[in-house]
């Protein structure tokens, strides 16, 4: 489970490292090649989408009738043989148009599969989620897995990830089981099939052996959300550092010290920590004064207080 975890950590691989090198076989250094474009490699990956979700279907009769324990998980097949007449996915996924977050022109299709949309809460984009999850290619081979269910950070996970799994609700109950562990009751059961400019581009975890460029695969059930995160406990829900409103917090970054603000404990960096500069008051909202009214509130403000 660790393991899974890190797979899908992908912090800032989006936006940094420009080249990567590979081993020139005819010289004794390395040879540096540009990262490759970003619109070119979207219609790429958009072409070798359509053409999984044209040729694959899914579980869909096991869903619309239960066999005895049935663990509600998606599972693919190709559309050949017995199954030819299967309904192909295309024919079932929604889709919705995500920007790119290192360059805003590529607009992406988001393709997703809706199978229980679950009757819970409903995550946002810097909300903790439990699932249980799979990772494949496109040629369905598993790169990584986790059947218990695992906390995954919203803001930590692959943009493809993200932008589907706010699209679901978790469950709507659950019960603890004698064994200690959780069974889950009207959850959330979807699949996304993420370009690789929403996944890892060139840069996937080391530790694992994604090849650069790939396009992902993610079925996840949806059981919990945990709302609130205050990722730097500086008082202030990381929700609410998104100054941009774009739902993406690593480009919040009020004093440019490279720490964005969802994880910066003095977002202005005037030396008073953000907690210091807002009130909290005993229901919970929190108040941001603009003591000196220059329209900037305090924690926001490195001119005030001048220390
Ligand atoms: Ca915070
Ligand atoms: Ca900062
Ligand atoms: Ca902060
Ligand atoms: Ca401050």
């Not at 005819?26 to 970003?38: A, L, Q």
């Not at 809706?114 to 909300?127: E, H, K, R, Y």
């Not at 919203?154 to 990830?161: A, C, E, I, K, Q």
């Not at 440019?256 to 030396?271: C, H, K, R």
Request: charged share 25%; hydrophobic share 35%; aromatic share 12%.
């Amino acid at each position: 489970m660790k393991f899974a975890y890190k797979i899908l950590f992908l912090l800032l691989v989006t936006s940094v490292g420009f080249t990567s090198c590979k081993k020139d076989d005819d010289d004794d250094g390395f040879e540096f090649i540009p990262e490759r474009d970003r619109a070119e490699e979207a219609a790429v990956a958009k072409i070798q989408i359509e053409e999984f979700l044209q040729n694959h279907f899914y579980n869909y009769e096991e869903f619309e009738n239960p066999p005895a324990n049935f663990d509600y998980k998606i599972v693919f097949g190709k559309r050949e043989g017995d199954n030819a007449d299967k309904i192909p996915l295309i024919d079932q996924v929604t889709s919705k148009q995500v920007t790119d977050r290192v360059k805003p022109e590529v607009i992406y299709t988001l393709y997703y599969l809706n199978v229980l949309q679950g009757g819970g809460d409903s995550p946002i984009f810097a909300d903790e989620t439990l699932v249980t999850f799979k990772g494949q290619y496109l040629d369905l081979n598993t790169f990584d897995a986790s059947d218990s269910p695992i906390k995954f950070d919203l803001t930590s996970v692959v943009t493809g990830f993200q932008e589907a799994i706010v699209e679901f609700n978790s469950a709507t109950s659950f019960t603890e089981n004698p064994d200690g562990t959780l069974s889950f009751d009207g959850f959330g059961v979807g699949a996304v099939f993420v370009p690789s400019g929403m996944g890892f581009w060139s840069n996937p975890p080391s530790n694992s052996n994604i090849p650069i460029y790939s396009q992902l695969i993610f079925t996840f059930n949806l059981l919990d959300v945990t709302t609130d995160i205050d990722h730097d406990e500086d008082g202030i829900p990381s929700y609410m550092e998104d100054l941009n409103n774009n739902e993406f917090l690593n480009d919040d970054d009020t004093d440019e010290d490279g720490i964005p603000n969802f994880l910066d404990t003095d977002d202005d960096g005037d030396g008073v920590l953000t907690r210091d500069e807002i009130n909290i008051l005993p229901d919970g909202t929190i108040e941001f004064p603009d003591t000196n009214e220059n329209g900037i509130p305090d924690y926001l403000d490195d001119t005030y207080p001048n220390l």
